[in-house]
């Protein structure tokens, strides 16, 4: 049974930063290309960013482009998604995802792009 746990959301203020983490088990994590996204109260989950197996590439999307970074430590079986120069639209419940292994590394930016999600953490950018 795969499990993605997500930590590290929290209240910050504008222009501040975060680092969220996601807690992968129960799959090859070094095998899975993880991804992140968020969803903003009623507005549709959006893409944040994706990476490769070996962490090497990366893929962002326009809305966050050059303020956040995801990596990856493949021995702790743990993804990052770092967050800066925050802003009060950036607030939202933030969901780390992961590709089965079968699937290789691409610009995978919708929702049925991804087979393992977690429960989400939420992130309020707020002064």
């Known amino acids: 049974q795969v499990q993605l746990v997500e930590s590290g959301g929290g209240l910050v203020q504008p222009g501040g930063s975060l680092r969220l983490s996601c807690a992968a088990s129960?799959?090859?994590?070094?095998?899975?290309?993880m991804g992140w996204f968020r969803q903003a109260p009623g507005k549709e989950r959006e893409f944040v960013g994706v990476?490769?197996?070996?962490?090497?590439?990366?893929y962002y999307g326009d809305s966050v482009k050059g303020r956040v970074t995801i990596s990856r430590d493949n021995a702790k079986n743990t993804a990052y998604l770092q967050m800066n120069s925050l802003k009060p639209e950036d607030t939202g419940v933030y969901y780390c995802?992961?590709?089965?292994?079968?699937?290789?590394?691409?610009?995978?930016?919708?929702?049925?792009?991804?087979?393992?999600w977690g429960q989400g953490t939420q992130v309020t950018v707020s002064s």
């Open positions: 995802t992961a590709q089965r292994s079968s699937k290789s590394f691409g610009r995978a930016t919708t929702v049925a792009d991804y087979d393992y």
């Open positions: 129960g799959l090859t994590f070094s095998n899975s290309n």
């Open positions: 990476t490769s197996r070996s962490g090497y590439n990366t």
